[in-house]
């Protein structure tokens, strides 16, 4: 069974900084893209970073370019997200995801198994 487990959020001022993880079992994690989506209060999820099985391949939303940076250590079975400058538009629960599709995708339905999600909190 797949599990997504993810962990390092919190709450963090404006312009500070801020690593999620993402711990994956159940299954071969180096096979897969993977993502990670966020939700604030009130809207849908949206797409925030995504990256190929290998690491070659990483997209990202307009609004985090330059500001966050995806890895994996397909070693450790673990998916992170950096996050730098920090803004409170970026308040929201962060979800990391594994997409079933060859393709490093970008859209929700892209993917099929989620993690339960960890809060970032960003104060003005």
């Known amino acids: 069974q797949v599990r997504l487990v993810e962990s390092g959020g919190g709450l963090v001022q404006a312009g500070g900084s801020l690593r999620l993880s993402c711990a994956a079992s159940g299954h071969t994690f180096s096979s897969y893209n993977m993502g990670w989506f966020r939700q604030a209060p009130g809207t849908e999820r949206e797409f925030v970073a995504a990256?190929?099985?290998?690491?070659?391949?990483?997209k990202y939303a307009d609004s985090v370019k330059g500001r966050f940076t995806i890895s994996r250590d397909n070693a450790k079975n673990t998916l992170y997200l950096q996050m730098n400058s920090l803004k409170p538009e970026d308040t929201g629960i962060y979800y990391c995801a594994r997409t079933f599709r060859p393709v490093v995708g970008t859209r929700e339905d892209d993917f099929g198994s989620w993690g339960q999600g960890t809060q970032v909190t960003v104060s003005s």
């Open positions: 990256i190929s099985w290998s690491g070659d391949t990483t």
